[in-house]
């Protein structure tokens, strides 16, 4: 069984930065591309930004440049640095992982944490 938990979410100020964290566990034998994803009320759920396991990066364009995503493949576990916050960076962000269970490989998600950004 694979759970990845997510950490750091809450309630802050237009301007300020929050880190999210997630943390793979269980019966893991390597972990491929993790990401950050988030869904905001009454929207589709959007990429944020990805890592590979080499270290490559992709970000939406709407955080290019306040965002920094970065993963700690010892820990299994994915950060996500958000810098610069708006309005509308409210969402639920899930953390997402390609993970290699023995031979298969599958995407598994997090329960999300909350995110809300005060004007």
């Known amino acids: 069984q694979v759970q990845l938990v997510e950490s750091g979410g809450g309630l802050v100020q237009a301007g300020g930065s929050l880190r999210l964290s997630c943390a793979a566990s269980g019966s893991i034998s390597s972990i491929n591309t993790m990401g950050w994803y988030r869904q905001a009320p009454g929207k589709q759920r959007e990429l944020v930004a990805a890592?590979?396991?080499?270290?490559?990066?992709n970000y939406a364009d709407s955080v290019k440049g306040r965002f920094t995503i970065s993963r700690d493949n010892a820990k299994n576990t994915v950060y996500l640095q958000m810098n610069s916050l708006t309005p509308e960076g409210t969402a639920v962000y899930y953390c997402?992982?390609?993970?290699?269970?023995?031979?298969?490989?599958?995407?598994?998600w997090g329960q999300g944490t909350q995110v809300t950004v005060s004007s």
């Open positions: 890592i590979t396991s080499g270290g490559s990066t």
């Open positions: 997402t992982g390609n993970i290699r269970v023995i031979f298969t490989s599958r995407d598994y």
